[in-house]
């Protein structure tokens, strides 16, 4: 149950596609003053499903429903990174949109897909993360079709998440964390070799490719001899 009485804001923003004059649109609803211990009853009453998505910062509450295009991409993010992962024989745990949040920053957040590849044998078998134990994830994917009400890099960066790949505007980029903050890298850290322009040429693929046609090529660029 939301406070009684607090401020909130429903936001609905749209994105214009070029080629058609289609519009997405990813409502969003945004309430303010919330305590922790009502976005804690939230977190409960949805931790089975997958939508709504909400994040959390200092009493500023977003709540937004991710339209199919975004749950679209992001799975095509999920089946890159575990083929990559396969092909250079890594062991990579794949967390989803699993709730990352600390009470004592006053914090949370869901990201779109997350998987811990350098730390993952330190929570392999874990099925419950707690980030007062457990590492945050070495690789979280961000999929903004609209941009979002409540900044996500300031508590990614405050949880201490090394790594966000950034779908946006239909450019996908890589931001390491530095001295706090995120700087844009060329290169991925976490699967090194891996790209922007790479992330985008495959995501472009597939939307054109049957999954088996971009799948092969990809596996054939992540081998050795091809890199």
């Known amino acids: 149950m939301i406070d009684a009485g607090k401020q909130f804001t429903i936001i609905a923003m749209e994105t214009?596609?070029?080629?058609t004059?289609?519009?997405i649109v990813e409502p969003r609803v945004i309430l303010r003053d919330i305590s922790w211990e009502t976005y804690e009853r939230l977190m409960k009453d949805h931790e089975d499903r997958s939508a709504p998505r909400f994040t959390y910062e200092n009493g500023t509450l977003e709540i937004y429903m991710p339209t199919p295009k975004h749950e679209k991409i992001?799975?095509?993010?999920?089946?890159l990174i575990s083929a990559i992962a396969e092909e250079r024989e890594l062991d990579i745990e794949s967390f989803g949109s699993t709730t990352y949040k600390r009470?004592?920053?006053k914090q949370g957040v869901e990201p779109d897909c997350c998987f811990y590849i350098q730390n993952a044998e330190l929570i392999a078998g874990t099925d419950k993360l707690d980030l007062d134990i457990h590492p945050?994830?070495?690789?979280?994917v961000e999929v903004d079709i609209t941009s979002p009400s409540v900044e996500r890099f300031p508590i990614y960066a405050a949880l201490g998440v090394p790594e966000i790949w950034q779908y946006a505007g239909g450019q996908v980029k890589i931001y390491i964390l530095q001295n706090k903050n995120y700087a844009e890298a060329e290169e991925s850290r976490a699967l090194p070799k891996v790209t922007g322009e790479v992330l985008i040429g495959f995501l472009a693929e597939s939307q054109t490719e049957k999954r088996s046609v971009w799948l092969k090529n990809l596996r054939h660029w992540t081998r050795p001899a091809a890199l």
């Not at 214009?16 to 080629?19: D, N, R």
């Not at 992001?74 to 089946?79: K, S």
């Not at 945050?136 to 979280?140: A, F, T, Y």
Request: proline fraction near 14%; charged fraction near 25%; avoid cysteine.
């Open 16 to 19: 214009t596609l070029t080629s």
């Open 21 to 23: 004059p289609q519009i």
């Open 74 to 79: 992001t799975r095509f993010f999920e089946i």
């Open 103 to 105: 009470e004592d920053l």
């Open 136 to 140: 945050p994830p070495d690789l979280v």
